[in-house]
């Protein structure tokens, strides 16, 4: 498997689910940054994603982790957490407002 340059979300959905579990089944379950910078390896486009925090706004572990890519006019979303059995990878219609994800996301500056 791997990425499709220029590719719809469907034909990309099988790297991406792949990355994310093989991220999910390693020590950084919860580490936005870890799912990032793997579909970043994987020739995804930092520019065009987006996450949600790792903590809660006392510092606490998020229950539930997501994260994006947009292309073109559609998304691909995962979702992981503690509370979560298995990764959640699935194609999405992408926001007027040009993102992904509904809510507060962090920025990826890194």
Same mark, same amino acid.
């Not at 220029?6 to 099988?14: I, R």
């Given at each position: 498997?791997?990425?499709?340059?220029?590719?719809?979300?469907?034909?990309?959905?099988?790297?991406?689910?792949?990355?994310?579990?093989?991220?999910?089944?390693? /020590?950084?379950?919860?580490?936005?940054?870890?799912?990032?910078?793997?579909?970043?390896?994987?020739?995804?486009?930092?520019?065009?994603?987006?996450?949600?925090?790792?903590?809660?706004?006392?510092?606490?572990?998020?229950?539930s982790l997501q994260f994006s890519v947009?292309?073109?006019?559609?998304?691909?979303?995962?979702?992981?957490? /503690?509370?979560?059995?298995?990764p959640v990878t699935e194609v999405a /219609?992408?926001?007027?407002?040009?993102?992904?994800?509904?809510?507060?996301?962090?920025?990826?500056?890194?």
């Amino acid at each position: 498997m791997a990425f499709v340059p220029g590719g719809t979300a469907q034909q990309n959905l099988p790297i991406f689910a792949q990355t994310v579990a093989s991220v999910w089944s390693g /020590p950084d379950q919860v580490h936005g940054r870890a799912y990032i910078d793997a579909l970043v390896a994987d020739g995804f486009s930092k520019a065009d994603m987006q996450v949600t925090n790792d903590e809660t706004t006392i510092g606490r572990a998020v229950e539930s982790l997501q994260f994006s890519v947009r292309l073109g006019d559609e998304c691909l979303i995962g979702q992981v957490g /503690p509370t979560i059995a298995s990764p959640v990878t699935e194609v999405a /219609p992408g926001l007027v407002s040009g993102g992904c994800l509904i809510g507060q996301t962090r920025p990826i500056n890194w």
